[in-house]
């Protein structure tokens, strides 16, 4: 069973700056089949990135993924406002039909 | 446009059951399976199991075998999840998701219900 682990657990930066996550996966797994969600308080999660690198209908450029094998990353280049909140990574599978979150890192104002 | 909505908040027992409804609309209900996905208070995303809307296949995560069942009922075009046995780490919020048909993974997703248990 795939372990997916986020790092770090909290980040504190300041709007306009760089934010950087990372998700490593206990094995390999193909990039067709990693995503990436924001989730802000009261909310449901809302999907960013799909096949590690391709952003989902309506999100903004300035969120990008990338990655392979074990080791995945989302940029959000240039912090906004709205994009403080918590982000996961997901492994998905199709035959069974299975999904795989890791703990989630939360991007909060410094 | 793609709707989830679930059914409102429930409060049990400890030992007892829950059945959260998840109505969808906005497209073909048999063309995609729902996956269910909880959230206890202040924790991470736990994926709960998925079932086929076409023809009930079920994938239920290991943890949870024995204890929930998933339905559909295409008339409605409903999905249900049903919980037995309900402990106090059951609470959470219980999300239901759908597939987008270009992303492959759960792009579209139910309002969520929060399920209390306490006696």
């Known amino acids: 069973e795939i372990v997916l682990t986020q790092s770090p657990g909290t980040l504190s930066l300041s709007p306009g700056e760089r934010a950087t996550l990372s998700c490593r996966a206990s094995q390999s797994v193909s990039s067709s089949y990693l995503a990436w969600y924001q989730q802000k308080p009261g909310q449901a999660p809302r999907l960013l990135i799909y096949g590690a690198s391709s952003r989902a209908t309506g999100i903004p450029d300035r969120f990008s993924g990338s990655g392979s094998g074990t080791d995945f990353t989302l940029t959000i280049s240039r912090l906004e406002p709205e994009d403080f909140a918590v982000y996961y990574c997901q492994q998905y599978g199709s035959s069974p039909r299975k999904l795989t979150f890791g703990g989630g890192t939360k991007v909060e104002i410094k | 446009q793609v709707q989830l909505v679930q059914s409102g908040a429930e409060v049990k027992k400890p030992g007892a059951s829950v059945k959260v409804s998840c109505k969808a609309s906005?497209?073909?209900?048999?063309?995609?399976?729902i996956s269910w996905v909880r959230q206890a208070p202040g924790q991470g995303l736990e994926w709960m199991g998925w079932i086929s809307a076409y023809n009930g296949n079920t994938n239920y995560a290991q943890k949870l075998q024995g204890r929930v069942t998933m339905t559909t009922d295409t008339s409605t075009s409903t999905a249900y999840m049903e919980l037995r046995s309900l402990r106090s780490d059951d609470t959470a919020v219980y999300y239901c998701a759908r597939d987008g048909r270009l992303t492959g993974t759960t792009h579209y997703w139910g309002q969520g219900t929060l399920v209390t248990v306490s006696s």
């Open positions: 906005g497209y073909t209900f048999t063309s995609y399976g």
